[in-house]
C-alpha cells in the first residue's frame, strides 16, 4: 500500500476510537495533501539544491546541468525532482529494477520522455524510449550478469579504459560519477564515511553498492529520499568540498505540509462538529488551499537554505561560538553531541587550525537543537499569550481562513505551539542559529527577552521588506554579494537588541515599542546619506560605490551603507524623549557630534577586537555600549549649551568652544590611541574614560 492509504487506514482507527483528532490524526491520506501530486518533498528539496548551485555561480534553471540520480520517473521524490528544470541532463539513474544510462543527453527532449514516463502509471526505465537516448547509452535490467560500458558512458561517468562492469560496480560508478548532481529519491543508504563499516550502516541490501563520501565527484548532493547517506559520510562529503545539508533540511517540505494539513484540520473539524462546515464544504476548502500551504511550505525551505548559506560563509569565524552553543545545549540536556557526530573539542581545535569550521551537514543538525531549544523555552514563557502575537497566528494559516474564520484560531488548541514555532523560525532563519544565545550570554537574558527585543527590532528596522529586497537579487549577484547584505542586517539586529535589553523594560511590550519607535526610523532611516558626517559619510559613500560595482541595486546598496548607522536612531528616540525635542532635531547634531570625535573609527575598532570566548564577547559589548552612551551624553550636552537655530556643526563649534580646555587635553591625551593601528582592550577603554571626563567638564559648563 502507499502512504496515503496508510493514512487512511489510521484515520479510520483514530475514529473508530472517537479520538479528538479524528482524521487528521495521520496526514496524507484521501482527504488531504496528496504530497506526490504537489510534489512537494521534492520540491522543497530542489531549493536546496538551487542555493548550493547558486553558491558556485550557476543558476540550474537557466543552464543545462548533469545529472545521475537514485529512483525512477514513477516515483514522488525522483519523478517530481528530475522534472522540476528544464535544463536537467541525465546522464545516469538506477533504482530496484534497472540501471538507465544516456551519457550525452539533450535537455529538452529527455525532459519531454521524462515528463511522458511520469504520467505512465507505474512506469520503469524499460518503458523509456530508446531512440531518444544518446549513442553508448541503454536501459539494463540489475539481474544482467555484466553490461558493457561503451566509449561514451565510461567518459560521462569518469570510468577511463573500463570496458566491462558488473551492476553493482556500475551503480557504484553512478553513485561516484563526476556530475554537478547527484539526486537522491530513492530507498535506502547509498553513502557512508570511510571510517564506517557497511554493518553499522543497517542497509544490508545495499552493501554492495554504496560508496563512501569522500569518494564522490558530484559538485550538489540533494537528499530528498531520506537515510540516502550516512550522518557522517556527509560530513565526509562536505570535508571533500561537495555540497550538501542532511536529508531532514532537503526533504522538510513533505513534513511541513503535514504539519500545516493537521493544523487546519484540527481547526475545521472543530467546526464540522459544531454544524458550520458540512464534511463536503470542509474538503473542498482543503483543497482549495493546496498552492496556498505549498508557497508557505517552500518559503521555509528558501530561508532554512539562506540560514545555511549564511552559516557556511562564516563556518570558521563563528567556529568558537558554535562550540558554546554546543556545550550550553549539551548542559541543558538537549543535545548529546557524540550522537548527533557533532565534533569534539580536540577536532573543533584541528578545523579551527585548518581555517575550518562546522559544515553544513553539521549546522543543518546544531540549527534543529537551536530551535527546539528555543521553542521548549518560549512555551514555558507568557509570551505566545500575548495579544501582538495573534498576528503570528493568523499569518499561518492560508487567507481562506484568515477570511472566514479569524476569529476562531485564537482557540486552536495548538495556538501557542503555533506561535512559538513561527517566532523560532522567525528569528533563528533570520539572526541565526547563535543569535538568542550570544543575546542570553552577553546580557543574561531570557529567551523569552530576547526574542521580544528580536520582534520589536525585527517591525522596527523593517527587516521583512529590506531581506525581500536581497531576496530579488537571487541570480543577480553573487551569493557572497547577499550574504554580506544578510549578515550587515544581522549586525544590525545583534546591537538593537542588546539596546532594547540594557535600555528599555525588562519585559518589552511588543506592540507599544513598535510604536515608540517606528515613526522616527521610517522617517529618518532613508536619510542617512544626509545625515552623516565627514569620514563617516565617506565611509557610507564608499561602501554604497563598493555594493552597486558587485551589481547591487542603488536603492538597495544606500539602503545596506547605512543599515549600521540605523542602530543611532534608538538613541537619538530616546534623546528627543528626554529632551521634548524632535527626533528629525537631534539626529543632524548626534552625527555631527559623531564624528567631531571620532565614535565611528573607535567602534570600527571595536569590532575588530578578538572574540574567541564569552568574555571577549563581553567584552566587546560593554565596550561598544559604553561608546554609545558616551556620543548620547555628549549629543545632549552639544543640544543643552547651544542655540537650536544653529547648523548643527556650528552647534558642535560653539559647545567645543565652551569647552575648549578640557577638549585640548583630551585631544592630548586620545592622540596616542589613535596613532595605534590595533589598539587593545586596554588603551580603548582608556579612551572611553578620557572622553566620559570630557562629558563631565561638559555637563559642568552647561
Known sequence: ??????????????????????????????????????????????????????ETGVNIQTTDFTVVGIGDMSGDVFGNGMLLSKHI???????????????NPVAATSFLERRRLYGLPRSSWADYDTSLISEG????????????????????????????????????????????????????????ASSEQHLD???RANDAIRVDGDALRATVVGEGGNLGC??????????????????????????????????????????????????????????????DIARQVLRDNYEQNTLLGNARAQEHLMLPVHRRLMHWLEERGDLDPALEFLPSDIEIERRSDAGLGLKSPEVSVLVAYAKLGLKKDLLASALPDEPWFQATLTKYFPNPIREKYQGRLASHPLRREIIANAVVNSMVNRGGMTFAFRASEETGATAEQVTRAFVVCREVFDMVGFFGLVEQLDNIVSTDTQTSLYLEFRRLLDRAVRWFLQNRPSTLNVAAEVERFSAAVAELGPQMSTLLQGAERKRFDLRATQLEELGVPPEVAVRSAG??????????VEISVDTD?????????????????????????????????????????????????????LTTSVMDSSASDLAPRERTAAWSEINAESLA????????IQRLENPGISALSVALRILRGVIRSGSATT
Not at 90 to 101: K, M
Not at 563 to 572: T, V
Open 1 to 54: 500500500k502507499g502512504t496515503a492509504s496508510f493514512s487512511d487506514i489510521a484515520n479510520g482507527v483514530a475514529q473508530s476510537y472517537g479520538f479528538w483528532l479524528d482524521d487528521a490524526f495521520a496526514s496524507g491520506g484521501s482527504v488531504g495533501y496528496d504530497h506526490k501530486v504537489m510534489g512537494i518533498t521534492a520540491r522543497g528539496a530542489w531549493e536546496s539544491v538551487k542555493r548550493h548551485f547558486r
Open 89 to 103: 541532463r541525465l546522464v545516469a539513474a538506477f533504482d530496484h529494477r534497472h540501471i538507465f544510462l544516456d551519457p
Open 137 to 192: 547509452g541503454a536501459v539494463i535490467a540489475r539481474s544482467a550478469k555484466s553490461v558493457r560500458i561503451s566509449e561514451q558512458v565510461a567518459v560521462a561517468l569518469g570510468l577511463p579504459g573500463t570496458t566491462s562492469m558488473t551492476p553493482a560496480q556500475l551503480m557504484k560508478a553512478i553513485l561516484t560519477a563526476p556530475v554537478d548532481l547527484l539526486w537522491n529519491g530513492g530507498i535506502g543508504t547509498y553513502v557512508k
Open 201 to 203: 550502516v543497517g542497509d
Open 230 to 291: 550516512t550522518q557522517l559520510g556527509r560530513i565526509e562529503a562536505s570535508l571533500a568540498g561537495v555540497h550538501v545539508n542532511t536529508d531532514a533540511i532537503d526533504n522538510s517540505a513533505g513534513v511541513d505540509t503535514s504539519d500545516h494539513e493537521v493544523n487546519i484540520k484540527i481547526l475545521l473539524t472543530a467546526l464540522t462538529l459544531e454544524g458550520d462546515l458540512t464534511l463536503k464544504q470542509r474538503n473542498g476548502l482543503l483543497a482549495s488551499m493546496t498552492e
Open 563 to 572: 543599515l549600521l548607522d540605523q542602530f543611532s536612531l534608538l538613541d537619538i
Open 581 to 633: 525635542r524632535r527626533a528629525a532635531e537631534v539626529a543632524p547634531v548626534y552625527f555631527a557630534t559623531s564624528e567631531q570625535f571620532g565614535i565611528d573609527v573607535m567602534l570600527t575598532r571595536v569590532s575588530k577586537l578578538p572574540r574567541d570566548d564569552r568574555w571577549d564577547s563581553l567584552a566587546r559589548g560593554a565596550l561598544r555600549y559604553d561608546l554609545y552612551a558616551v556620543l548620547k551624553a
Open 665 to 672: 587635553r583630551a585631544n592630548a591625551a586620545l592622540s596616542g
